[in-house]
Each structure stands twice: as structure tokens, then as C-alpha cells.
């Protein structure tokens, strides 16, 4: 069986299954760590500005040999980069920073700011062809529906933390008359071993002969999120991948769904992440 792909709300499709780079090191890290996912046959990355290592996933994209339009890249605009016509340059920036044409998924990463400019600006950057798709990360108060009002093109997918202890079931249905899909972060709780060690996922999977990591992931495939955890051990990258090849219940699904219990491994109150945005440099 191999891997799935989603076609979000403007047409566009999108491979399921990625690899995310937060807080791996620009440099030999990074490089490796998407050279690595891409001789495994994995076709997305997920990064960001803030992560500072977009320069190593263009490289690694770069040479890997494999055609750019069989890759999707997202990437993340911060804050200090929102606001009419000032978007539109970090646009340009980026492109050079990934050294590409065009970016498959651009994403604003917080709601903070010229959110609104910013957002004009990059359905300019859908209509000139420098971006395919757009949408949002962590717009989760009332900011989410502003955006949905003014959208001339609705997001297509809105990234929040989403694993089964914070399942994300309001923001899902406030998104689902746009045809948004959730993109989850931190899918396997960021590594929490409490959640990798549930009882639940320990006896699926010695029924399906996986692992642990593997039974979490293939319940937000059938779920309908799209994932991408960051691994740089290679090991760790395969196991993630391999996931095609099994099937769970719709009863072991339910189960699943039962372990929700509100519970968030990132706390930052909005205040704190405001008072946060300054923390690193934005780059050429
Ligand atoms: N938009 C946002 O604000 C936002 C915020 C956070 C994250 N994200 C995105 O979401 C991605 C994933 O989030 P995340 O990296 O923070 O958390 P995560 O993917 O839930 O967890 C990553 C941790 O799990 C470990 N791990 C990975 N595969 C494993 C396996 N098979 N067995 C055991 N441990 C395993 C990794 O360690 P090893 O390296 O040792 O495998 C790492 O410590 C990020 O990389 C980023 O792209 C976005």
C-alpha cells in the first residue's frame, strides 16, 4: 500500500505523510535529515522561517535529483514579517532562502500582527504563482474566523498541536464548511512517553506488529489530518513511514478517540507567545 494524499479545498494534492524539521540545526542536520527522508521516498517538509533552516532543506531538496514538482514544501511566516506589500518581499526572500520558484504551502505561524495584510499578500502570491496554497498555524481565538470572513481564498489547512490527547474535535468543526483540514503538530506529542506508552497503543501494536509511534500515526491518517513528525534519526524516519500497510478498526479508532482528555504539551499562555515573538532574528 502506499502513501496517501489529500486534495485540499483549491484543487491542489497533497502527500499525507511528511517530515517536519522544528528545532533540527540548519547545517549538516537539516541537510541530512531531508536527504535521508527523501531517499525513503517521503515528499513533504514542513518548515518555517523561525526555524532558521530553510537554506539546508532548498539544498537537500536541491540535490536529491528528484523533479521539484514531486516535493511539497510548506513553509511559515513570522510575525514580524506580516503587513501589506512587506509580506510580499519576505515572500521573495524565502524563495531564495529555499532556493526555489515557487512554495507548495505557505502558512502565517501566528496570530499575531498585520495578520490581514499579510494574508492579502500571500493570496497575491497564489494569484503571481510564488505560492500554490495557503493557510494558517495556530489560529485558534476568534483571529481564525476574521481570516475565514475576509478569505478570497479560504486556507487550506490550519496547523495546531493535534495528537489523541488534544484531538482539536471544535476547531475541526468551525473549519469544515471551508474545506480546511487540519494539519497536526507535535502528532506524537512532541515524543511525550506517557502518550507513546499508552496500554492502548502498546497492545495494537503487537496485534498489527508495529510500534507504538506507528499505530498514533496511522490513526491521524484515518482520521483525515495530515503529519508530519520531525525525527532525525533514521531509524525513527522509516518507522514513521511505514505505515501504509495496515489498517485500523473502526472500534480501535473509537478507542482512540476516547483518550482525549484536553490535555496540551504546549502551555504558552497568548500574552507569553506575543511577549515571545522577538526571540530570534529573522533572516535575509
Ligand atoms: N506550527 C507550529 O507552531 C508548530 C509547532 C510545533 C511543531 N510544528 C511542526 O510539527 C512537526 C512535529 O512536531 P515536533 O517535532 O515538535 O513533535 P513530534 O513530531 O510529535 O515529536 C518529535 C519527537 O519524537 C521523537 N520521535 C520521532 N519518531 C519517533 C519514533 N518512531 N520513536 C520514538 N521517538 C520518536 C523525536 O526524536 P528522534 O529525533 O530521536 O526520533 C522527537 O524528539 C515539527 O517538526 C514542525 O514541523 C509546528
Redesign the pocket.
Known amino acids: 500500500m502506499s502513501q496517501t494524499y489529500i486534495t485540499l479545498n483549491d484543487g491542489n494534492s497533497i502527500p499525507q505523510f511528511g517530515i517536519?524539521?522544528?528545532?533540527v540545526p540548519e547545517g549538516e542536520a537539516t541537510y541530512n535529515t531531508i536527504m535521508n527522508a527523501l531517499k525513503m521516498g517521503i515528499r513533504h517538509i514542513?518548515?518555517?522561517h523561525a526555524y532558521q533552516n530553510e537554506r539546508s532543506v532548498g539544498k537537500a531538496v536541491k540535490e536529491s535529483g528528484i523533479p521539484r514538482n514531486q516535493i511539497w514544501i510548506t513553509t511559515?511566516l513570522w510575525p514580524s514579517e506580516y503587513g501589506e506589500g512587506k509580506t510580499s518581499d519576505a515572500i521573495d526572500k524565502m524563495l531564495k532562502r529555499l532556493d526555489t520558484d515557487y512554495i507548495d504551502l505557505l502558512l502565517l505561524?501566528q496570530q499575531f500582527g498585520d495578520y490581514i495584510g499579510a494574508y492579502k499578500d500571500m493570496q497575491r502570491a497564489v494569484k503571481d504563482g510564488r505560492v500554490k496554497s495557503i493557510g494558517l498555524?495556530?489560529f485558534e481565538s476568534s483571529r481564525l474566523e476574521e481570516i475565514l470572513d475576509m478569505a478570497e481564498i479560504s486556507p487550506s489547512v490550519l496547523?495546531v498541536e493535534c495528537?489523541p490527547y488534544y484531538q482539536q474535535n471544535g476547531l475541526k468543526k468551525r473549519i469544515e464548511k471551508y474545506g480546511t483540514v487540519i494539519e497536526s503538530?507535535?502528532?506524537?506529542?512532541?515524543?511525550d512517553k506517557n502518550l507513546?506508552n499508552e496500554p492502548l497503543f502498546t497492545r495494537l501494536a503487537q496485534k498489527y506488529n508495529k510500534?507504538n509511534?506507528q499505530i498514533i500515526l496511522r490513526w491521524h491518517i484515518q482520521e483525515g489530518t495530515i503529519v508530519?513528525?520531525?525525527?532525525?534519526?533514521p531509524v525513527?524516519i522509516k518507522?514513521?513511514f511505514e505505515i501504509f500497510d495496515f489498517g485500523l478498526t473502526k472500534e480501535e479508532i473509537e478507542e482512540i478517540r476516547n483518550l482525549d482528555s484536553g490535555k496540551r504539551f504546549f502551555n504558552m499562555t497568548l500574552e507569553e507567545q506575543e511577549q515571545n515573538l522577538g526571540s530570534w532574528k529573522p533572516e535575509d
Open positions: 517536519g524539521v522544528y528545532q514542513d518548515t518555517a511559515k505561524h498555524s495556530n496547523q495528537h503538530w507535535y502528532p506524537i506529542g512532541h515524543g507513546i510500534t509511534v508530519f513528525p520531525r525525527s532525525t534519526n525513527h518507522e514513521n
